[in-house]
C-alpha cells in the first residue's frame, strides 16, 4: 500500500469520521470514556461488555452515547462471543478501523496465596481476551485498513504494571507483561506482511474507575488501610504529578493511537501515567 492509495479526507476536526471502532470493556471506565472520546470525533463505536443489553447500566450507557454507538454483549475470554461481535460488526457496518482491547481485570496478593483457579482467571481475562480479540478481527481489519490513512490501528490496554513490578501484583504484573510482548509481535508480523495494521500497547498509570475503586475497597476490607480515601491519597502521593489520571486522558491517547496521527507507530508503548515509570 502507497502512501497514494490512502484516503486523505479524515483531515477535518473530527478526526475519526468515516472510522469503525471496537471496545470491549466499553460500559465503564477507560472504555468508556475512549467511547466517548471517538465518537466525538466523528467514529461510529460498537461497546462490548459482560452486562445484558437489558440491563440498567447497558441502557443507561447507550441512551446517552446515542446512534452512532451500539452494544453487543461479549465476555472476552469466550471465542465465540467474539464471533458473535464479529458477526455484529459486520451486520452493522461492514468493516472495523480501530479495535481497543480494553477489558481487563485485576488480582493483588502474595504469590503463595493465589490460587492456580484465580492465576488462570486472570490470564483468561487480560491475555486471553486480548489475543482473542486481535484473532477474530485481523481479517476485516486488514480490509478495512486499505481504505484508510494510517491504516486500522489496534491498542491493547496494558498498564504501568506491565513495565514495572509492584509488591503483590506479580499475576497483573504477569498478564500486562504479556500484554506489552504480544503487542510488539503482530505489530512486526502485520509491518512485514504489509498489512495495513498498527498495533500498540497503551499503559495506564492510576486512573479513577471502578476497577481502582473496587482493588481499593479490597485493601480496606482486608485491613491494608481504613478508608478508601487514604489510598488514593497515597497513591496520587507516589504519582510526581501529585495525582490520579481522569479516564478521559487515557482516552485523549487511545484517541491519538487510533488516527492517522500516529500513523508511523507500531509496536510502541504509550505510557501515560503522570510520570510514575519514570522514577
Ligand atoms: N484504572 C486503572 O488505574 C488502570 C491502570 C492501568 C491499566 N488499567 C487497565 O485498563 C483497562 C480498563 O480498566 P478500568 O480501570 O477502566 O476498569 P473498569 O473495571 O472500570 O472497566 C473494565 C470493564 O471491563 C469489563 N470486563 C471485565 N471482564 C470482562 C470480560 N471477561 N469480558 C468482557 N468485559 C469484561 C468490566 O465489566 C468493565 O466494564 C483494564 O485492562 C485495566 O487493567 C487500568
Not at 454483549?73 to 461492514?94: I, L, P, S
Amino acid at each position: 500500500m502507497g502512501e497514494d492509495d490512502w484516503d486523505m479526507s479524515d483531515s477535518g476536526a473530527q478526526r475519526l469520521t468515516g472510522r469503525v471502532a471496537f471496545i470491549s470493556g466499553g460500559l465503564r471506565g477507560i472504555g468508556l470514556a475512549c467511547a466517548e472520546r471517538f465518537l466525538a470525533e466523528g467514529a461510529e463505536v460498537i461497546l462490548s461488555d459482560l452486562d445484558s443489553p437489558d440491563s440498567d447500566v447497558a441502557a443507561a450507557v447507550m441512551a446517552r452515547l446515542g446512534q452512532a454507538a451500539s452494544y453487543v454483549q461479549a465476555d472476552v475470554t469466550k471465542e465465540e462471543d467474539w464471533h458473535r461481535a464479529r458477526d455484529a460488526v459486520q451486520d452493522r457496518h461492514g468493516r472495523l478501523h480501530i479495535l481497543v482491547n480494553n477489558a481487563g481485570t485485576d488480582l493483588t496478593g502474595a504469590v503463595e496465596t493465589l490460587s492456580m483457579e484465580r492465576w488462570r482467571r486472570i490470564m483468561d481475562i487480560n491475555v486471553d481476551g486480548v489475543f482473542l480479540g486481535v484473532k477474530t478481527f485481523v481479517p476485516m481489519m486488514a480490509e478495512s485498513g486499505k481504505g484508510v490513512r494510517g491504516g486500522a490501528s489496534i491498542i491493547n490496554v496494558s498498564s504501568i504494571m506491565g513495565l514495572v513490578g509492584y509488591n503483590e501484583v506479580s499475576a497483573y504484573n504477569a498478564s500486562k507483561g504479556a500484554v506489552r510482548m504480544f503487542t510488539k509481535g503482530i505489530a512486526i508480523e502485520f509491518a512485514q506482511k504489509q498489512m495495513p495494521i498498527r498495533a500498540n500497547s497503551l499503559h495506564p498509570g492510576f486512573v479513577m474507575t471502578p476497577l481502582l475503586e473496587a482493588g481499593f475497597q479490597r485493601w480496606v476490607d482486608s485491613g491494608f488501610a481504613e478508608r478508601k480515601q487514604d489510598l488514593m491519597d497515597a497513591m496520587a502521593g507516589a504519582t510526581p504529578m501529585g495525582r490520579l489520571a481522569d479516564p478521559a486522558e487515557l482516552a485523549a491517547g487511545a484517541f491519538f493511537l487510533a488516527s492517522a496521527d500516529s500513523a508511523y507507530m507500531t509496536g510502541a508503548e504509550l505510557v501515560m501515567d503522570g510520570g510514575w515509570t519514570a522514577q
